[in-house]
């Protein structure tokens, strides 16, 4: 990877002033209104695939958004985007996974037609980015700010506040419901496009990069199984260049589409992909 700015312990610190403050108030907020019923609304509401748009398309639009929950980033995310896929190309890592750094967070364009009642608009996030935990079970203390778990409404309720909560042991990640984000919006949106030949790593990288208490904190041991584990290697992988190519550097998108969009259209075709 190219020479880091930072040193791994300056990213991820939630407490460096300014910032801290309008990160802590996303956080407070995804805790107090992601509970299970919120999740299942939004995905009724937003996994529709009925809204074509371009992959380019959607990077362009990602120009327009900056991640609230970042302490690390205060660029529009499609730097992010390009700043991760850099990373893996400039150290040979294959074309699949080059393009899934590309678009790992498109998901977030889902602010397009969101709102600021469900948390997915620019100026409400907490439905759209940050760290996602299970909804159905108890909230461990590996969360960001932990002391907001007590805010979830679901705390309160016999059947959601255990470790197991609904599930059953060894269930596995596929079969648990996540907090809504970015993660999962566009995991679905290509598992549906018909086109998609992204290798199964590759979906695992979308889907649960923000799965920060269970990749990072090692958190949700009794509901994850044997094929978990495998997830969390692609993860750890993936994360290196989620998370440490961060810092003010500036692509031009235009002069990318030139390399990337070959790659994209190679595993997720020509065609508009619906939203
Ligand atoms: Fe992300
Ligand atoms: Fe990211």
Same mark, same amino acid.
């Given at each position: 990877m190219e020479t880091l700015e930072k040193e791994k312990t300056e990213f991820r610190n939630y407490n460096q002033g300014d910032i801290t403050a309008a990160v802590k108030e996303h956080y407070r907020k995804m805790r107090l209104y992601q509970t299970y019923d919120y999740v299942q609304k939004m995905k009724a509401k937003y996994l529709t695939f009925d809204k074509p748009m371009l992959l380019w398309d959607a990077m362009e639009k990602l120009n327009a958004l900056i991640d609230v929950?970042?302490?690390d980033l205060d660029l529009p995310n499609v730097q992010h985007l390009l700043q991760s896929a850099e990373a893996m190309r400039a150290e040979g890592r294959p074309d699949w996974m080059q393009l899934v750094g590309l678009?790992?967070? =498109?998901?977030?364009? /889902?602010y397009l037609w969101g709102s600021d009642e469900d948390g997915t608009s620019q100026a409400e996030q907490w439905g759209l980015v940050g760290d996602v935990f299970v909804v159905g079970c108890k909230l461990p203390d590996?969360?960001?700010?932990?002391?907001?778990?007590? =805010?979830?409404?679901? /705390?309160?309720l016999e059947q959601y506040n255990t470790e197991l909560g609904i599930y059953e042991e060894g269930?596995?990640?596929?079969n648990v419901e996540l907090a809504w984000g970015h993660d999962e919006y566009l995991y679905q949106v290509l598992k549906n496009h018909?086109?998609?030949?992204?290798?199964e790593e590759g979906m695992v990288m979308v889907r649960y990069h923000s799965f920060y208490p269970w990749?990072?904190?090692?958190?949700y041991t009794k509901i994850t199984n044997a094929k978990d584990d495998q997830y969390k290697e692609w993860i750890k992988d993936f994360n290196k260049y989620d998370l440490y190519t961060k810092s003010q550097k500036l692509y031009n998108l235009d002069e990318m589409k030139a390399y990337y969009l070959p790659i994209a259209e190679k595993y997720l075709g020509k065609g508009p992909i619906y939203w």
């Open positions: 929950s970042d302490p678009i790992h967070d =498109l998901g977030k364009a /889902m590996s969360c960001v700010y932990p002391e907001f778990n007590e =805010l979830n409404p679901d /705390m309160q269930c596995g990640l596929d018909s086109e998609n030949t992204i290798p990749h990072t904190g090692g958190s």
